[in-house]
């Protein structure tokens, strides 16, 4: 792997006394897809944190290449009394870009929406503009937490398309959290089983299929398989 965008050692992540993460190890190189997958609880999403530096307080270390990492989460979080533009724009800043947030606007299937309030918006398009706030900033890599989990199955399908996309327009890196091994293995160039407290990495399957990817693809419902056994083993199903 040439220099990696993020690369976390973890020696010990705890709560409270109670050890979440331990001996963990983790790199994602330029442009790659990496999902986690695992028990509710495991530590994934404060995994993400120690990923976007918003966690500090562990045991280990993480190397950070220069450029933003952007969070997406699994609320979209906009705030109700901005536009979309306004939204993905920023918050206080009245000074944003206009004209990348009218681009990014487009890309995300959200024309004419620039002057809409969130209150406007279906579930599956708020999640769009997360996504392009997240990619307004010029990220390097997006970490995403669960971030299709509140929408149905065929919005899901569509926003995993999106995403795939975007990921590719923009040059940037994914480590994605969700619960859906089928998101998963569709996303991504590898995919890494959590178990269960104290967790570490179970196991990592890599998804050697060209994009785009058909979901009928039997080498996905044959990794399917094979992740899922891992997940049943760490008691997470
Ligand atoms: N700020 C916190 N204070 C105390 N315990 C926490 C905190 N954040 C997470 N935990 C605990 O750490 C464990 C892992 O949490 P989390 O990373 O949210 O798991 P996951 O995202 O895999 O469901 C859980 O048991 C949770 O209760
Ligand atoms: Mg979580």
Request: aromatic letters at 6%; a neutral charge; hydrophobic letters at 45%.
């Amino acid at each position: 792997m040439s220099t990696p965008l993020l690369d976390i050692r973890i020696e010990r992540k705890s709560f409270a006394g109670a050890t979440v993460l331990q001996n963990l190890g983790l790199r994602l190189a330029e442009r790659e897809i990496v999902s986690l997958l695992g028990p509710s609880g495991c530590g994934k999403s404060t995994l993400l944190r120690i990923a976007a530096g918003l966690e500090r307080d562990f045991s280990g270390r993480v190397l950070r290449a220069d450029g933003a990492v952007a969070f997406v989460f699994q609320e979209p979080r906009l705030m109700p009394w901005l536009t979309v533009a306004e939204n993905i724009g920023f918050a206080d800043d009245r000074d944003y870009d206009r004209e990348r947030v009218a681009q990014l606007i487009a890309e995300v299937g959200l024309e004419g929406f620039a002057e809409a309030l969130p209150k406007q918006l279906s579930g599956g398009m708020a999640q769009r503009v997360a996504l392009a706030r997240g990619l307004y900033s010029r990220p390097r890599v997006l970490l995403l937490d669960e971030p299709f989990s509140a929408v149905d199955a065929f919005t899901r399908m569509k926003l995993q398309d999106l995403l795939l996309q975007l990921a590719e327009h923009h040059a940037i890196a994914l480590l994605l959290v969700t619960h859906d091994v089928d998101e998963a293995l569709y996303l991504s160039d590898r995919v890494l089983v959590m178990g269960s407290r104290p967790s570490g990495i179970r196991q990592e399957l890599s998804v050697a299929l060209p994009r785009p990817r058909d979901r009928r693809d039997p080498e996905l419902a044959r990794l399917k398989a094979e992740a899922l056994t891992e997940l049943h083993l760490a008691h997470a199903i």
